[in-house]
């Protein structure tokens, strides 16, 4: 596949050619927001201090379900600012820029996260993503993540494939890296906003840090998974991410050919179930030294 429109040859493309344009709508909305020194606008806070949100996260996600709504008015949407109805489609200002046809008799539900990395983007931090999951039968079958800051966006369909595209559209399949040892690996992760947690997390990062060649924290969870996908690191994990966070990069890792373990996109992220991602030729290991540190499953508030 050479282009990102070529992957529009089954109902699973389709899905995956329709969140490929939504995401790069929503990212170049984003663009026009950012500030290399930092976000001046509107932030507040959510769960904890730390849990930011900002008018841009809602703008997002406002135009990602409103251009749902114009395709795909029977769906039902999943997402990190709101409830679970599509929302008010007057909301999308300009018309749409693309055209896409996807089989209407199909009920999908889609699951987004209109910005992840908010405190990436209000600090000027250059990592953050527009990450939109399709739905169906329980499973996501088509995905797209855009990497706002570097014009490029992560697609899958099931069946498919997993891929990269440009700015032009055009794509490159990915593929998992093969790391010969776990010490070998570079291993992202990501830490709770919420303080308990993150205190059981770094103590979990510092019993694998010395037995990795490095660990990563990027700050954005669906841009960690991609980069899974794309043979940039070799391994990701991380304990009570919400399904917005990993629902876009799961599939595309899996499509790639990693091992994937997440838990149902309507999971309470304060039950802090495990989101894993690994190249194959590492997976069995680092879940058995996860799993020495306590941290295979579950890591709850209460540790």
Same mark, same amino acid.
């Given at each position: 596949?050479?282009?990102?429109?070529?992957?529009?040859?089954?109902?699973?493309?389709?899905?995956?050619?329709?969140?490929?344009?939504v995401v790069g709508e929503a990212a170049e909305l984003i663009r026009r927001r950012a500030c290399v020194t930092g976000f001046a606008g509107q932030v507040q806070t959510k769960?904890?201090?730390?849990?930011?949100v900002t008018e841009v996260d809602r703008a997002s996600e406002s135009l990602i379900r409103a251009r749902l709504h114009h395709f795909r008015p029977r769906d039902t949407v999943l997402g990190e600012e709101g409830s679970d109805s599509m929302g008010d489609p007057k909301q999308g200002q300009r018309p749409p820029a693309c055209s896409v046809e996807t089989d209407e008799t199909v009920a999908c539900r889609w699951i987004?996260?209109?910005l992840d990395g908010t405190a990436n983007f209000v600090h000027g931090i250059p990592a953050y993503a527009v990450s939109l999951a399709c739905e169906r039968d329980g499973r996501i079958v088509a995905s797209a993540v855009a990497d706002v800051v570097q014009h490029r966006t992560y697609v899958a369909a099931r069946g498919i494939g997993a891929f990269?595209?440009?700015?032009?559209?055009?794509?490159?399949?990915?593929?998992?890296?093969?790391?010969?040892e776990l010490g070998q690996s570079i291993v992202a992760t990501g830490f709770s906003c919420i303080q308990q947690r993150r205190a059981a997390q770094s103590r979990v990062a510092a019993e694998l840090l010395p037995k990795v060649a490095d660990l990563r924290r @990027?700050?954005? &969870?669906? %841009?960690?998974?991609?980069?899974?996908? /794309?043979?940039?690191?070799?391994?990701?994990?991380?304990?009570?991410?919400?399904?917005?966070? @990993?629902?876009? &990069?799961? %599939?595309?890792?899996?499509?790639?050919? /990693?091992v994937v373990r997440v838990p149902s996109p309507d999971a309470s992220s304060v039950e802090g179930e495990l989101a894993f991602m690994s190249a194959p030729s590492i997976a069995d290991d680092l879940t058995a030294l996860l799993a020495s540190c306590g941290a295979s499953g579950c890591l709850p508030l209460t540790q």
């Open positions: 596949m050479e282009r990102v429109v070529d992957i529009a040859g089954s109902i699973n493309g389709q899905f995956a050619l329709l969140a490929y344009h769960s904890t201090a730390t849990d930011l987004v996260d209109p990269l595209a440009d700015v032009e559209g055009r794509t490159v399949r990915l593929e998992v890296s093969r790391p010969a @990027f700050g954005a &969870a669906a %841009l960690d998974g991609c980069l899974v996908a /794309a043979g940039v690191f070799d391994a990701y994990f991380e304990h009570g991410i919400s399904g917005w966070d @990993f629902a876009g &990069a799961n %599939l595309v890792a899996e499509e790639a050919g /990693a």
